[in-house]
């Protein structure tokens, strides 16, 4: 083989190896342990069950996004731009103007304000625009099998496969993101099975078609998390001292009360009234201007449940308000 020969065949194994390598998932052992479990547990057809698996897709571009989320790599300075743009709040408008029923009534229903419903869906997929490229098939076993926190993965695997037996759908059409989130919303399979509904009485839970659905189904996730209705979300602090330092990103869970952090140099700047018996937590923030201080409550955290950052949360919560500011002013 001449040196031309050998250097063609090395850059095809290499982008072969970097695309994906299909057919070899169902003969690996833990593929193996795998099958044989949603065979006795789930009582799934292993022939059929084991075409499916070999079937998939190793993507090592997956393996590469999850090692470098946004949530995980950016400051609020550089993550902030990227969802509370004109762009966003321009067709967070026009989804809401095409949806203004379904949206009144799954706030009605839930208790979700539908700012913050259209700004999740907003964050997630650009209203439906960016659902993701990747078969969820190929991204589930790329992480349920090359990925080292594989656990988590291999539950999701295991409720995508039973998901789609449920409702008649093709495991090797779906598509997702590169951590096998669906739809709209960007659920994952056991979020999906949990608290996707049909929402318009059609007797289907459509997620990535649906606007109807999946605003339903968003709403019901937020609901179920523990969204108080009329609740406080967050509110701007004043710091003082050093007693607060250490506490702050210390956890996304509300864990002391505004008279606790008032002893601790912190106070809401908020014009609300609260009470100094409501729960919050400390978030720190690296914004444009220098770091900025902010109390989420619970209804902060429960939108933390469905990505937990408080990049995420806080990106959802500034949408949403930026969102509602422009309809009013154009009413």
Known sequence: MDRLSIVLVVFALTLFTRLGMAGDYSQRDEAKVFIDEMVSEHQFDREQLQKTIDKAVK??????????????TKTWAEYRPMFVNKTRIKRGLEFWAKNKETLERAEKIYGVPAKYIVSIIGVET???????????????????????????FRRELKSFLIMCRQYNLDPLKIKG???????YGQFIPSSYLSYAIDFDGDDLKDIWSNPVDAIGSVANYINQHGWVRGGVIASRARVSGTDYKALANE????DKTLKEWADLGVTAASSDPLSETEAAALFKYKGRVGAEFWLGFNNFYTVTRYNHSRLYAMSVIQLGDEIERKRSVQQ
């Open 59 to 72: 993507k090592q571009s997956i393996l590469d996004a999850i090692s470098r989320p946004a949530e995980r």
């Open 126 to 152: 650009m209203y439906g625009r960016q659902g993701g490229s990747y078969r969820v098939i190929d991204a589930l076993s790329t992480l349920a099998f090359d990925y080292p926190k594989r656990p988590l």
């Open 177 to 183: 993101s590169y951590a096998g989130a669906m739809g």
């Open 251 to 254: 956890t996304l869970k509300p």
